[in-house]
């Protein structure tokens, strides 16, 4: 019984079958699918998004900054954009730190 339950030795002058000789590298490339499915591919759409809602950014629409902050669009320039956070008070920011649009927020 004990016998029948040991897999016997594997001599490595047998030829090798394909799975034996390419399983490391088809489990390597499985998992690099994996992470570009479910890793990768999501972040860049992602990505593109905000890019699109940062350049499609015009003068007089609420934002919220990275950093908390509210305010509306005063100005836009290439990388910058003047906000309005309060009366008589500005700020001019970087365009990559506009997270989110706060009309969208008010709708929910």
Known sequence: MIEFLQTPPVN?????TFM????FIIMIVLMVL???LFMWR??????KQMQAFRDG???GDKIIT????YGTVKEIKEN??????????TLRID?????????DLQRQ
């Open 12 to 16: 490595p002058a047998e030829n090798p």
């Open 20 to 23: 034996q000789q390419y399983s």
């Open 34 to 36: 994996v992470l570009w």
């Open 42 to 47: 999501p972040e860049a759409k992602r990505r």
């Open 57 to 59: 950014l015009k003068k």
């Open 66 to 69: 990275a950093g908390g902050i």
């Open 80 to 89: 910058t954009l003047l906000i309005e956070v309060d009366s008589n008070v």
């Open 95 to 103: 365009k990559n730190m506009v997270v989110a649009d706060n009309s």
